[in-house]
């Protein structure tokens, strides 16, 4: 089962920024948070993960608390094209380091 | 270049009847998947397999059996088809299981049994 928690879904309006968030409680120390999503008809794609530390790359930033129970995937100026849905995935590492999707986030980019 | 690939994109088939798909990639990773996405939208793991050795097989049934030749391939063959195998089922790849990086996914199988 899936170890985190999504809003089943979300609105954002285009150029706006998305903020979606994950609940992960029962996270332990070695555990990584993933996000990914996937659009319509399409294989899931990777988009950013991280420990402890609040992580950035062209695509998006991720805001892990410091507690690491929770964390916010931010899509800066959302477009059109992030309509998606949007997996959190707490992974761990060896024969256990696999990846397990939730239900996720559909998060519709509105004109 | 694609860096995991699937072929068939769609498949049809009756009930009963054997098929398989293909998976590759070019990526130079070791680790290769299976997943399967139900008509709830669901991916769940069925698979996993490390340098042509499985890893992990999530109580899928018999009638599914991966077949990886090379490091780069891994093929899923379904015997005696059934309703419900209808379903997407997508490939992927990362570079070592477990460590910290990224897994890469194909584009999807979209099989129909009728």
């Known amino acids: 089962d899936a170890k985190t928690t999504q809003p089943t879904s979300m609105d954002c309006a285009e150029g706006r920024a998305a903020n979606l968030p994950c609940n992960h409680s029962?996270?332990?120390?070695?555990?990584?948070v993933y996000w990914y999503r996937q659009i319509h008809s399409q294989g899931p794609q990777y988009i950013i993960h991280?420990?402890?530390n609040n992580e950035t790359n062209e695509m998006a930033s991720l805001i892990i608390t410091e507690d690491r129970k929770s964390s916010t995937l931010i899509l800066p100026h959302a477009t059109l094209r992030d309509t998606a849905v949007y997996y959190c995935?707490?992974?761990?590492?060896?024969?256990?380091?696999?990846?397990?999707f939730g239900k996720g986030t559909k998060l519709s980019v509105k004109p | 270049d694609t860096a995991v690939s699937q072929t068939p994109k769609y498949l049809v088939t009756q009930m009963g009847n054997d098929k398989s798909i293909k998976c590759e990639q070019n990526?130079?990773?070791?680790?290769m998947y299976w997943y399967k996405q139900d008509s709830k939208k669901f991916l769940k793991i069925m698979f996993s397999?490390?340098?042509?050795?499985?890893?992990i097989n999530e109580t899928v049934p018999n009638r599914f059996s991966p077949k990886s030749p090379d490091k780069a391939h891994l093929n899923l063959h379904i015997n005696s088809l059934e309703l419900g195998d209808s379903a997407v089922y997508f490939c992927?790849?990362?570079?070592?299981?477990?460590?910290?990086?990224?897994?890469?996914f194909g584009q999807g199988t979209r099989l129909t049994v009728v």
């Open positions: 992927a790849s990362s570079p070592l299981m477990g460590s910290d990086t990224e897994a890469f």
């Open positions: 029962t996270i332990s120390g070695n555990e990584y």
């Open positions: 991280g420990l402890k």
């Open positions: 995935i707490v992974k761990g590492r060896g024969s256990q380091g696999n990846l397990i």
């Open positions: 990526l130079g990773h070791d680790t």
């Open positions: 397999y490390n340098n042509k050795e499985l890893i």
